[in-house]
């Protein structure tokens, strides 16, 4: 993991000076409401229906048992005891009060922690592959350069203030994990014929009410260049992207709109920096940079010994039918001989997709320090991941895991659902998620049942911000407000840019929405129609695919009642 | 780049630069339009500020700039971030080194922004508070990005 410099434990804590004379000017009535909230945004501050919401940067993921202890802490003292881990790799508190909220973060300063532009129209935490340096598909780990990224867009002075706000996810792994596709830079690192390392780039991906897929702008852009790219496509976006409509104001807008002439300006742009500015240069990145950020990812010292004197093969005779499903499910190949990545599902009855309590927390941390050298990743399906665990540990991280409600084994099925925190807590939402998810989940308790649904990514938002995803989703739910009542519409086929799912796409709507009700009817008709027509070997978003929409959404509108009868009387 | 070092917090009332008059008269303050109707006669000698709309693209002043004692970019909302992407293309591509002022809704947590950006004098809006923007100037020591005042990025310091 990345250990922090002096720099950066100093840079952090003169942010939280910074945040907490901006907090008292504003307390003291000299810093007004509006002027305030771009501040805070910047800070991860954002006001909610009960309280400030506040988003924690967990930079690509990666999270030590250290500061999940802390937050831990934080979610005790100053929240009401849980946190919501979110699709972009962060946590979430709900309940802090903003008067507390400077102490929180010189807390979280203290475990090198901020909520540096996790909110606002500036470029955001970047995110990256949960499975990064142990994925057995990787061509590079993607890790240093995130954190070259992270140093270059933390408190970028010419970015602070773009039209909207800017995401931008890395990959080196063949499997996208990291929905590049859907991000306003998406980044796969790749060597070329020779062996140098270099980046796919895509820009203009997104959500939102416009979902779009980023284009191509290189093939093939070498690593050393990376960040005088970006440079030179925030400056295209800084300058013209659009500020009179906040809904056309992404960068995605800018793209479509442009097409051609945009790649064309970056790639100016891009040569104008090298060419003819003052230090232009300095931000190619060195190969010592590079080296020495990557050291901080090297493999731990235990795991490599470990890795080249084991044994791989993991038991299962005479082992529980619940281990074998958690063995299939929860744990992942890895790179290195004789280990495993472990989930820790944070998808089960009674706790909303993505939270966790502050015990939880507790025991996850002291279960990566027990099996994964104190480390855990956040993954974007919203669970936690222990990446360094023996296979000779697995038996017996599975009994602990299990007491402590993190071994579900049903990461990739159906109640593996991402959603977002919806209307019982976020001020953006159209209606709420949690209850849907959880009416979801009780509607499919059934192992046996999920089991033989196979994988699906069901994706929940509770709005049209698409923090749930639901674009992305094989059934993606999204939250619509008609005069005032909670809706559902209903989309099918849509993809995060992995293999299983295909190359990214926004589903199809299959038609009006559904009563909140009426949504876990919704689900189980797709899922049956699935079932009914499903050949050999084909998951449900295959099928979904090769039957087309018309099918399913015949199914659908078949268990529709307050939808039939509020048309009916329409 | 020594000026860019510095930030002036401009006073409103001794200040020198002044809406046209019917001559050309030192510290004359020109739209872009104005400044284009009188620049074939304007005197080498008497200092010209033009103030550049956010939207205007500031390459296409090259010529003009070393005429041009003042530039001043604008803020129309402190959070229409495009006058910073202006004062960074003047001073780091452009070579401009006469003064860049912030004009328009400048707000004391822009400091660290504007002063980083290449804009060396700010004319905060009335209500703000001149103490806090000074102060707003003095919390980080060091960036990771290189910016117009220290061209070079974190990495490139530390090797050096």
């Keep these: 993991m990345y250990q922090y ?35 805070r945004l910047q800070n991860g501050w954002y006001v909610q229906r ?10 690509y993921g990666e999270l030590s048992s250290r500061q999940l202890r802390q937050l831990a802490l934080i979610a005790r003292r ?19 009060p903003l008067h507390q909220a400077a102490d929180v973060m010189d807390l979280l300063a203290e475990v090198d922690m901020h909520g540096i532009q996790t909110s606002g129209n500036c470029v955001r935490n970047i995110t990256s592959d949960a499975w990064a340096g142990i994925a057995p598909d990787e061509a590079v780990d993607p890790r240093p350069y995130c954190e070259i990224l992270r140093q270059w867009s933390t408190l970028h002075p010419e970015f602070a203030f773009l039209p909207r706000k800017f995401k931008i996810a890395v990959t080196g792994a063949a499997e996208d994990r990291a929905a590049i596709g859907w991000h306003d830079i998406g980044l796969q690192l790749l060597k070329n014929s020779v062996g140098e390392v270099g980046f796919k780039v895509l820009v203009g991906g997104g959500m939102g009410r416009t979902p779009v897929i980023g284009t191509v702008v290189s093939e093939f852009l070498p690593w050393q260049q990376v960040l005088v790219f970006i440079e030179a496509i925030l400056r295209v976006y800084n300058r013209y992207g659009r500020r009179d409509n906040m809904y ?24 104008a920096i090298l060419e003819r500015d003052v230090g232009g240069r300095e931000h190619w990145v060195p190969q010592a940079e590079l080296d020495g950020v990557a050291s901080h990812f090297q493999l731990p010292a235990e795991v490599r010994s470990h890795a080249s004197q084991t044994r791989d093969d993991v038991a299962t005779a005479d082992t529980p039918l619940a281990y074998r499903r958690w063995l299939e499910r929860n744990v992942h190949a890895h790179r290195l001989n004789g280990h495993r990545a472990v989930t820790l599902s944070l998808k089960r009855a009674g706790q909303a997709p993505g939270d966790a309590t502050a015990d939880q927390m507790d025991v996850a941390a002291a279960l990566a320090e027990r099996f994964s050298q104190g480390e855990l990743r956040v993954t974007h399906d919203q669970n936690l991941l222990l990446p360094w665990v023996r296979t000779s540990d697995l038996r017996e991280l599975w009994e602990t895991a299990r007491h402590a409600g993190f071994a579900t084994p049903n990461i990739g099925l159906l109640t593996d659902m991402i959603a977002c925190p919806g209307g019982d807590f976020c001020g953006l939402a159209n209606a709420r998620s949690v209850p849907v998810a959880a009416a979801i989940q009780e509607r499919f308790d059934d192992l046996d049942l999920l089991y033989d649904i196979g994988d699906i990514d069901l994706h929940i938002s509770g709005c049209i911000n698409s923090c749930g995803h ?12 008609k005069d005032g009542a909670e809706w559902y519409q209903v989309t099918l086929g849509g993809s995060d840019g992995s293999t299983r799912s295909g190359g990214a796409v ?30 050999h070997g084909e998951h449900f978003v295959d099928t979904a695919r090769r039957v087309g929409v018309p099918a399913f959404r015949a199914a659908a509108d078949a268990v529709r009642r307050a939808t039939a009868h509020a048309e009916a009387t329409a | 780049m020594s000026t860019a070092r510095i930030m002036r917090f401009v006073d409103p009332v001794r200040d020198p630069w002044q809406e046209p008059a019917d001559a050309p008269a030192a510290h004359t303050l020109l739209s872009l339009d104005q400044w284009s109707v009188v620049r074939s006669e304007w005197p080498a000698s008497v200092p010209v500020g033009v103030l550049v709309a956010n939207t205007v693209d500031v390459e296409t002043l090259t010529g003009d ?3 041009w004692s003042l530039v001043a970019l604008q803020f129309p909302k402190w959070t229409d971030g495009r006058a910073y992407s202006q004062a960074r293309l003047l001073r780091a591509r452009l070579g401009y080194a006469g003064e860049i002022r912030a004009t328009g809704e400048v707000l004391v947590d822009m400091l660290p922004l504007l002063q980083r950006s290449g804009f060396n ?38 090797e050096a």
């Design chain 1, 248 to 271: 056309k104001a992404r960068i995605k807008i800018l793209v479509k709109a442009e097409g051609e002439r945009f790649v064309q300006a970056v790639q100016r742009e891009f040569l």
């Design chain 1, 506 to 535: 926004p589903g199809k709507v299959i038609g009006p929405s559904f009563a909140a009700e009426e949504v876990p009817d919704v689900v189980e008709a797709l899922v049956d129609i699935y079932r009914a027509h499903r050949q």
């Design chain 2, 65 to 67: 700039l070393p005429r």
């Design chain 1, 5 to 39: 410099t002096d720099f950066d434990r100093q840079f952090v804590r003169a942010r939280a000076a910074q945040f907490r004379d901006q907090l008292q000017r504003h307390l003291a009535g000299q810093l007004g409401e509006e002027e305030f909230r771009a501040l």
């Design chain 2, 121 to 158: 004098a700010a004319l905060l809006r009335p209500d703000q508070n001149r103490e806090a923007a000074q102060r707003a100037l003095r919390f980080f020591v060091g960036h990771y990005q290189g910016d117009v005042v220290q061209s070079r990025p974190l990495f490139a310091r530390i």
């Design chain 1, 50 to 59: 009960h309280a400030p919401m506040l988003r924690i940067a967990v930079p």
């Design chain 1, 78 to 96: 100053f929240d009401r005891g849980y946190g919501h881990f979110t699709t972009r790799q962060n946590l979430q508190f709900n309940w802090i």
């Design chain 1, 470 to 481: 639901h674009h992305s989703g094989h059934i993606g739910i999204l939250g619509v407000d």
